[in-house]
Nanobody
Framework: QVQLVESGGGLVQAGGSLRLSCAAS????????MGWFREAPGKEREFVAT????????YYADSVKGRFTISRDNAKNTVYLQMNSLKPEDTAVYYC?????????????????WGQGTQVTVSS
């Protein structure tokens, strides 16, 4: 059974940085694509970033491109999201997700397992 646990969220001023971590249990992490999504109050869950199982390929939402970086350490079963130049519109609950698929990585339905989420609040 896969369990995902996010950490690293918090309150930060606009222009600041945070690094989110997602620790995964189970033996399938190194063979799985990992994604980050976020959900703001009253809005649907949206794609933020994804990384393939080798770490060779990463993809980002246009809204975070150039500011956020996704990475992974397969030896530690952990995926990271480095968030720089944060804006108030980045405020949301951030979720990590895991999937054995290599397609549909930009949509929530493409993922099988989800963490409980971590709150990120960016003040203006």
């Amino acid at each position: 059974q896969v369990q995902l646990v996010e950490s690293g969220g918090g309150l930060v001023q606009a222009g600041g940085s945070l690094r989110l971590s997602c620790a995964a249990s189970g033996r399938t992490f190194s063979l799985s694509a990992m994604g980050w999504f976020r959900e703001a109050p009253g809005k649907e869950r949206e794609f933020v970033a994804t990384i393939t199982w080798t770490g060779d390929n990463t993809y980002y939402a246009d809204s975070v491109k150039g500011r956020f970086t996704i990475s992974r350490d397969n030896a530690k079963n952990t995926v990271y999201l480095q968030m720089n130049s944060l804006k108030p519109e980045d405020t949301a609950v951030y979720y990590c997700a895991q999937t054995p698929r290599t397609y549909g990585l930009g949509e929530p339905r493409g993922y099988d397992y989800w963490g409980q989420g971590t709150q990120v609040t960016v003040s203006s």
